[in-house]
């Protein structure tokens, strides 16, 4: 069968989202630096979407243009920890039914949301022109935000090992039970296993931390991040930051019952305080590496 150039069936798809690539590059300044903190955690029931939604507010509350990414497949619920309703999830944006102006909702603290969505098991099952879709939304993202927030699923999937791969910061979500420090280390030793042949991790040595969640006491919290960064240390040569740590606190619950931001409906909680005292942590890490790719190029490389 004769071939046609302008024939769109014969339309090299993977030659498309090269060209994508080439003409970011050359064709457009530069976009803004967007540094990536994925939020993670061995097992569910740890905190970690409340963090993710609360940090967010937080760092945008320091002067980051912040958008939150709820990036759970099966069990996405930042929209209720937030009480936010939005229409429609970043599926719908890559499986072209809405475009990325219909899918960012404004959180609150002035936080960009996009809100996740279940029916897509993997990403590894996108078609090309999904693909496109997701790289350009990045590329847009990039350009409009300075810091990106990743909820990312519990466990360690291929898509959670493959979006904290494409960040700056990783966050490990712990609390001081036996059974979530187990699942904290399994995460840890996951994410150490996706060093490339040269030995080197995906993202920079310390860039993986530690946030302890619901801890009784500071020393409490202290001796739990000890835990796992000695492990860590001695079994998987890694070295992991300490974040921080929340306090055990009586408002939490009752905000996420009321499907408010603790830092909203309780600012001066000792939970709050934490919060606070993380996203100073995290502020003074954002810009801070220079040398990594931008988040299109990143992104990319979870397709390759």
Known sequence: MQEHDNNPIGFDQAHALRRLMRGRQTDEPSPRRTHVIAVVSGKGGVGKTFLACNLAIALAGRGHRTVLFDMDMGLANADIVLGVEPAWTWVDMIRGRRVLEQVVVEGPGGIGFVAGGSGMAELAHLSEFERHRLLEAMRRIESRYEVMVLDCGAGISPNVLGFASAADTVLVVATPEPTSITDAYAMIKAFAGRRDLTGMLPVAQGAVGVIVNNAATRREARDTYERLADVSGRF????????????????????????????????????????????????????????RQGLLSRVMRLFL
């Open 236 to 291: 998987l040569h890694m070295l992991l930051t300490d974040f921080g740590y929340v306090l055990a606190d009586e408002h939490v619950p009752v905000a996420v019952r009321c499907q408010q931001p603790v830092l909203q409906s309780y600012p001066r909680s000792a939970a709050s305080c934490c919060l606070l005292a993380i996203a100073g942590r995290l502020s003074r890490e954002i810009g801070g590496v220079e040398d």
